[in-house]
């Protein structure tokens, strides 16, 4: 079974670029996680999707950040402009449900990790 | 609110000795308790997950995590260290407030394991 894939693997930007990565989960999930991990912290919800319709993104900086999942399948997530607080790897989980069963579990991509200069 | 706690930033154990790493957590209600590693430039993997029932539970590569309710801790266990066992391992709690299935993480453990 094929995992979660994420591009691209690593992205340099200048502060105020935009930027854009792709994920594409596991066949069949029908939930979709961004995560943000920043260097020496743990991951930190961005945005959840169940099928195309987001249902938590409570923690997404709306002001820059945006994310859309157009089929219920592939994801991008796009920050414009880029700040160099946003230097971190973005993670991709996916599950096949999203409530807090703790059977749904998650599987995670290899992340991108984006440097701002 | 709900939270992880992963008190130490570094582990450092030799191969072949026991190893462990900590996590206490603040939940309300029963939790749902995962442990996760982290390989350089790779994602998370999933180790192992305490739902209900035996408080010691057995994961993937001979890790196991025990779970105390009093203490309010799981801390992940291993008898006998690998070298490759050297990564980044998480902590996590399944947030019961939302009803979305969302993981709050701890901070991260690097456990170090020398020859």
């Known amino acids: 079974e094929a995992g979660v894939a994420q591009s691209p693997r690593y992205k340099i930007i200048e502060k105020r670029q935009s930027v854009a990565f792709w994920c594409n989960p596991i066949s069949g999930h029908a939930t979709l996680y961004w995560y943000q991990q920043i260097l020496g912290q743990g991951p930190k919800l961005l945005i959840q999707?169940?099928?195309?319709?987001?249902?938590?993104d409570s923690q997404l900086p709306k002001d820059r950040f945006s994310a859309e999942r157009l089929k219920g399948v592939d994801s991008t997530l796009k920050i414009q402009p880029a700040k160099l607080e946003d230097s971190a790897v973005y993670l991709c989980a996916s599950s096949l449900g999203g409530n807090i069963s703790p059977y749904n579990e998650q599987f995670f991509g290899p992340g991108t990790r984006l440097t701002v200069l | 609110a709900q939270s992880v706690a992963q008190p130490e930033d570094q582990v450092n154990v030799a191969e072949g000795n026991p190893l462990t790493v900590k996590c206490t957590y603040s939940?309300?209600?029963?939790?749902?308790l995962f442990w996760y590693v982290q390989y350089p430039n790779r994602g998370l993997q999933f180790l192992l997950k305490?739902?209900?029932?035996?408080?010691l539970v057995k994961g993937s590569y001979g890790f196991e995590a025990e779970f105390n309710k009093s203490q309010t801790s799981f801390h992940l266990k291993k008898p006998s260290a690998l070298v490759s066992d050297s990564a980044l391992y998480f902590c996590a709690v399944r947030d019961k407030s939302s009803n979305t299935g969302k993981l709050i993480f701890g901070q991260g453990t690097t456990l170090q394991v020398k020859p």
């Open positions: 305490y739902i209900t029932g035996d408080n």
């Open positions: 939940v309300s209600g029963n939790p749902y």
């Open positions: 999707f169940q099928n195309n319709g987001v249902v938590d």
